[in-house]
């Protein structure tokens, strides 16, 4: 098992090098990224050569990309290039963790709700609960989020980030999103569970339903909901940011739709999707040591 971990987390350097290389390459892409400061009347040529110079822009590539590489591992980001100034890591370290624990919350919402209902509708397959839970699941799932974000906000008074009364709208509404797929997973992996040779035996040999349920049927079908587990939590912190702007929570959204506009500001856009991406690379790193704990096979392949 030690030696598996070893090899996936040296396996995450070379990923976490393409990601921020594609990263870097498409940030440099962007409409306008050159002209941050050229585009701004208010500039002399002077002062375009000396700003250019002072964030780096007068580089070539390769260099603002090692530059960046040295300065993200210090998270020393550099400044701002919108009004105000502001260090990118003091906006990304006031608005970046918001954002995180609304997806946090999100996911473990949805993934303890989910599971729980896809074992309840496993075991009551073909049954009212199930076929109820079956329905709610595929309505959920076909109700985008923004729109159950705009009804919540229209019906209900109670959301926004102040308190954790409020907070539960946000949480809710996003997990919602993601809750289907952990229904539907689960209850796939269940009933196929319970039909495999080793509950059959279990059952044969006396075993109690409860103990052949809860320590094979469960465990098993498990592992194909925590393989999803990783994509599924990137798919809830970038569908967060529909949330926070609907919704009114102050985290990372805000400032990243921003940066897009004019002037252009790459190294908030560049370090803000960096960040994001070291997170579900980790986030799938740990799922896959998860695995390979419900499945000791896996660890020795």
């Known amino acids: 098992m030690l030696g598996f971990i070893i090899r996936r987390v040296l396996w995450t350097i070379p990923v976490l090098l393409l990601a921020t290389a594609l990263t870097f390459t498409l940030v440099k892409l962007l409409p306008y990224e050159k002209e941050t400061f050229s585009s701004n009347v208010k500039y002399t040529d002077s002062q375009v050569r000396t700003l250019e110079r002072l964030y780096g822009l007068d580089d070539p590539a390769p260099v603002q990309y090692v530059n960046f590489l040295k300065d993200f591992v210090t998270f020393d980001l550099g400044v701002s290039t919108k009004p105000g100034a502001r260090e990118v890591s003091e906006i990304i370290g006031d608005k970046l963790p918001v954002s995180m624990l609304l997806g946090t919350c999100a996911f473990l919402f949805a993934a303890l709700f989910g599971i729980a209902l896809g074992i309840v509708s496993a075991l009551r397959a073909n049954g009212g609960i199930d076929y109820t839970i079956t329905t709610a699941s595929t309505l959920a799932f076909a109700l985008p989020s923004f729109v159950t974000a705009t009804l919540w906000v229209k019906y209900s008074p ?31 992996s269940m009933l196929e569970a319970l039909q495999q040779e080793y509950v059959l035996t279990a059952r044969a040999k006396g075993l109690p339903w409860r103990t052949t349920v809860g320590r094979h049927a469960v465990r098993n079908s498990l592992i194909p909901t925590v393989v999803n587990a990783g994509p599924l939590f990137g798919f809830v912190l970038t569908g967060s940011f529909i949330i926070e702007r609907i919704m009114i929570v102050p985290g990372i959204a805000g400032e990243f739709i921003e940066a897009f506009g004019q002037p252009v500001d790459a190294r908030l856009i560049l370090a803000s999707t960096v960040l994001l991406a070291f997170v579900i690379i980790f986030m799938n790193l740990i799922v896959d040591i998860i695995v390979a704990w419900l499945d000791p096979r896996i660890s020795h392949d």
Do not use: Q
């Open 158 to 188: 109670n959301y926004g980030w102040d308190t954790w009364g409020e907070r539960i709208g946000p949480i809710a509404v996003l997990g919602l999103s993601i809750m289907p797929y952990f229904v539907r997973l689960v209850r796939a």
